[in-house]
C-alpha cells in the first residue's frame, strides 16, 4: 500500500466572509471523518481558504483500503435443519445470498445459540475511487442557511462553483463534485495572475498559488500578515489600530492578496461620539480606526486593499471619498436628532409595534419601568432614575442616526438623554440597556444601568414564554439564550441580591397574554434561566460539577447571589474527609424517609430515645442546629457545611448501632422522626445526598 499527500481544492465565487473561516473548518471535520469511515489513513491535515476557495491538503493519505474479512451472520441452526438434518429453505436462501453452497457456510455460537454464518474477504476499494464521494458528502454537510443554483443545473451551495482540485500524488483523481469534474489547475488572484494554473503536486500547492499566483491561500498567514500590515501602518500615522478578533477575520476572509492602505477624514468629524466613527469604519465599511496614546480617535483609518495597484494614491483617493459621505450622513443625523428632546419622541414609540401579542413599543417601555421600580424597591436602591431612564430607553429607535446604525441602538440614546438635559444617572443607564449583547461583553456599571438591563432582558423573556416561543433545538430566533445568560451575569457578578421567582412573576402578569398559563409560564422561564445559569456555574468554575449543581438547584433558592454563595459552600465541603461518608448517609436518609411516606412525618418523641447511638445522635443535632441556623441566615454556608461535617461520628455509629426499621411502631417512627430532622438539618445549605452515587 502507498502513501501520497492528497489535495482537494473548490473554486467558488466569492464567499460569504464571516462564513469562511465556518466552513473551512466544517470542511476539514467533514472530510476527515469522511477518510476514517472509508478505512482510509493518513498523516496531517492542512486547511486553505480564501475568498474564491476552500482547499485541503492531506498529507500521506493512503492509495486504497486494506482487505476485510465480513462475517455474514445467517439463520439459528435449529431453523436452519429439519429433523433429518436436511437444509431447510432458510439455510438454501442464505447460501445463495451468499454466493456459495451449504457446505461452505460456517457455524457461530454464543452461550447456548448457534446459527449459521459465512466469513467472506472484501476487497479494498482505491481511494481514487472513493475520494469525490467523500468530498461531495463532506460539502452538503456545511453549515450553510440557505443554498444557491447556478447556470441550468440543479447543484447547490452557497456560491457557484467554478473548479475543482483533486490529486493523489502527481495523479488526478477522477470524479465530479457539485457538477464540476476534477483537474489539477487552479486559478490564481482574479486581477493580478493570468490564466489557470497546473499544479504538479500538492505539496506545490500553496507556494504556486502565492508565485505567481498572487494569492496567500492559508488563512492563519494570511491573518497574521494584516495584523502586522494594519499594526505598522497604524504606528506609522502616530497612533494604534482599533479593530476586534471579528473585524480582522473578516478582512482576512475578503482578501487574497491584502496590502494596507492608510486613509484620512476631515478632523471636523471627530466631533461626533466615538462610536459612530467607529460603527462607521469597522461596521459598514471593514476600515480600522486610529486612536493616539490617550485613546482619542484621530482622523486617520486603515484599510486592506485586496491588490497591490500601480497607483497606490487612487485606491486611497476611492476609500476616502467613500467614508466621506458616510460621516457626513451621521453628522446630519447627529445634529438633527438633537433638534428634539429624547422625551418628546416617547409618543412616537405607539405607533411601532413590538411583538405581535406584546404591544407597542411604547408598551414594553411601561412594563420594563414598573418592573424596574419594583426590582429597585427590592434593593433599597432609588427608582426614579431608573424608571425615567425605562420610559425614554427607547426612544432612540425613531431617531435617524439608529435607523442608519442599528447597532448603535441604546448608546444614542445615552448621548441624547445627554443632550435633552436628563440626568447622567438616567443617561448612563439608557447607553447600558443592552448589555451585555454577547458572551464576554462588558456590563452594565451603574446601578440604574443594571437594573434596567435586567428589567428589559426579563420583560423579553416573560412576553416570548408567554407567546410560546421558547427556543427549541438550535433555534433562538429572539436571543433569549443570551438574554438569560445577560440576567444571570449582570445579578451574579454585580452582587444583585435579587428574588428571581417574585422578578419573573411581575414580568410574565404584566404581559398582555399572560392569561391563564400564568403559573406555567413563570415556572418555565424560571428553569430556563436555571438551565442558563447551570452552564454559567460550571463553565466560570472547572472544578464545580453536575452533581454539585442538583444539590444546591433541589433547594430552589430563588436569589442567584444566594445560589452562588451555597454552590461555593458545597464545593469547598466535597474537600473535607467526611465529605463522602455524610453525603452517602444522607442518600441512605433521604432514601428511608422517601419509602417510609407519611411514616416520617410524626413529631420526635425524647423521652422514646433509649438507644445510647440514637441519644447521641439527637444531642449532636440538637447543639448542631443552635450553631447553624445563625450561620445559615447569614449566609455562611461554608462555615455551616463545616460544623455540620462533624456530625460524621454520631451519623456513622447511628446507622452501625441502630435498627431504624424497628418492629414497635413507636420506636420506628420517631427514629424516622429523627432522621428527618437530620436531613432538615443539612437541607438547610443544600440536598448533599445529590452528591453520592451510592443507593440505600
Excluded at 423 to 434: K, L, T
Excluded at 609 to 627: F, G, H, K, M, P
Aim: aromatic letters at 6%; one cysteine or more.
Amino acid at each position: 500500500m502507498t502513501r501520497s499527500d492528497f489535495l482537494v481544492e473548490v473554486g467558488t465565487e466569492e464567499l460569504p466572509p464571516t462564513a469562511l473561516r465556518r466552513l473551512i473548518d466544517a470542511f476539514e471535520t467533514g472530510v476527515i471523518e469522511g477518510l476514517a469511515n472509508a478505512r482510509l489513513d493518513h498523516a496531517d491535515v492542512q486547511s486553505f481558504a480564501t475568498p474564491r476557495r476552500l482547499a485541503l491538503l492531506i498529507e500521506s493519505l493512503v492509495s486504497g483500503q486494506e482487505d476485510r474479512t465480513v462475517l455474514q451472520k445467517g439463520p439459528p441452526v435449529r431453523i436452519a435443519f429439519d429433523n433429518e438434518g436436511a437444509p431447510t429453505k432458510a439455510a438454501l436462501a442464505f447460501a445463495a445470498k451468499c454466493g456459495v453452497e451449504i457446505d461452505a457456510l460456517t457455524r457461530e455460537s454464543a452461550g447456548d445459540n448457534e446459527w449459521l454464518a459465512y466469513e467472506s474477504v472484501e476487497a479494498g476499494k482505491d481511494t481514487a475511487e472513493l475520494m469525490a464521494g467523500i468530498v461531495e458528502a463532506a460539502l452538503e454537510k456545511l453549515p450553510i442557511p440557505r443554498r444557491m443554483r447556478w447556470g441550468d443545473r440543479n447543484d447547490e451551495f452557497v456560491r457557484p462553483v467554478h473548479w475543482l482540485v483533486m490529486l493523489h500524488g502527481n495523479a488526478i483523481v477522477p470524479g465530479a463534485v457539485l457538477g464540476i469534474q476534477s483537474g489539477n489547475k487552479t486559478r490564481g488572484h482574479r486581477f493580478h495572475s493570468v490564466g489557470e494554473m497546473e499544479i504538479p503536486t500538492p505539496g506545490d500547492y500553496a507556494s504556486m498559488l502565492r508565485d505567481p499566483g498572487y494569492v496567500i491561500a492559508d488563512f492563519a498567514d494570511r491573518r497574521k500578515k494584516i495584523v502586522a500590515a494594519v499594526t505598522e501602518a497604524a504606528a506609522s500615522a502616530g497612533g494604534t489600530a482599533l479593530g476586534d478578533e471579528a473585524l480582522f477575520d473578516e478582512v482576512t476572509a475578503l482578501t487574497e492578496w491584502p496590502v494596507p492602505v492608510t486613509g484620512a477624514f476631515e478632523a471636523s468629524f471627530l466631533e461626533l461620539p466615538r462610536e459612530v466613527i467607529v460603527a462607521t469604519l469597522t461596521n459598514h465599511q471593514r476600515y480600522f480606526p486610529v486612536a493616539d496614546a490617550n485613546g482619542a480617535l484621530l482622523p486617520v483609518f486603515i484599510t486592506l486593499a485586496n491588490l497591490e495597484s500601480k497607483a497606490p494614491e487612487r485606491v486611497r483617493d476611492g476609500n476616502e471619498r467613500v467614508i466621506r459621505p458616510r460621516l457626513a450622513d451621521a453628522a446630519f443625523f447627529w445634529a438633527t436628532d438633537q433638534d428634539k428632546p429624547l422625551a418628546d419622541r416617547a409618543a412616537s414609540l405607539k405607533n411601532v409595534v413590538y411583538q405581535k401579542g406584546l404591544g407597542t413599543l411604547h408598551d414594553k417601555c411601561m412594563r420594563v419601568s414598573a418592573l424596574a421600580s419594583r426590582l429597585a424597591d427590592a434593593l433599597s436602591l432609588p427608582s426614579e432614575p431608573v424608571t425615567r431612564a425605562a420610559v425614554l430607553a427607547k426612544c432612540d429607535l425613531v431617531t435617524g442616526m439608529v435607523g442608519e446604525f442599528p447597532e448603535l441602538q441604546g448608546t444614542m440614546g445615552g448621548y441624547y438623554a445627554t443632550s435633552s438635559g436628563e440626568s447622567d444617572a438616567v443617561a448612563h443607564a439608557i447607553g447600558e440597556q443592552y448589555l451585555p449583547r454577547f458572551a464576554g461583553d462588558a456590563l452594565p456599571e451603574s446601578p440604574a444601568g443594571q437594573l434596567l438591563a435586567v428589567a428589559d432582558k426579563l420583560d423579553t423573556l416573560a412576553g416570548i414564554f408567554a407567546l410560546g416561543k421558547k427556543p427549541s433545538g438550535n433555534r433562538d430566533p429572539f436571543g433569549l439564550r443570551r438574554a438569560a445568560l445577560g440576567v444571570i451575569r449582570i445579578l451574579v457578578e454585580k452582587d444583585l441580591d435579587l428574588d428571581l421567582a417574585d422578578a419573573i412573576e411581575t414580568a410574565v402578569v404584566q404581559q398582555p397574554v399572560a392569561g391563564e398559563e400564568q403559573v406555567e409560564t413563570r415556572e418555565q422561564l424560571f428553569d430556563f434561566i436555571m438551565e442558563r445559569a447551570r452552564s454559567y456555574f460550571l463553565d466560570r468554575q472547572p472544578d464545580w460539577t453536575q452533581e454539585m449543581f442538583e444539590a444546591v438547584r433541589t433547594r430552589r433558592p430563588s436569589s442567584l447571589v444566594d445560589f452562588y454563595h451555597r454552590l461555593s459552600a458545597v464545593s469547598e465541603f466535597v474537600g473535607v474527609e467526611s465529605a463522602g461518608s455524610l453525603a452517602a448517609a444522607n442518600k441512605r436518609t433521604a432514601n428511608i424517609l422517601r419509602k417510609a411516606g407519611a411514616a416520617a412525618e410524626h413529631e420526635l418523641d425524647r423521652t422514646l430515645l433509649n438507644d445510647a447511638a440514637e441519644v447521641a445522635l439527637y444531642e449532636a443535632i440538637e447543639t448542631a442546629r443552635q450553631e447553624v441556623q445563625p450561620l445559615v441566615e447569614q449566609r455562611a454556608y461554608a462555615d455551616a457545611l463545616r460544623r455540620l461535617s462533624e456530625l460524621r461520628q454520631p451519623v456513622d455509629t447511628f446507622f452501625d448501632d441502630v435498627m431504624v426499621m424497628a418492629n414497635d411502631e413507636s420506636l420506628r417512627n420517631n427514629r424516622l422522626a429523627l432522621l428527618a430532622e437530620l436531613r432538615a438539618l443539612f437541607l438547610g445549605v443544600a440536598d448533599i445526598s445529590r452528591l453520592s452515587p451510592t443507593e440505600d
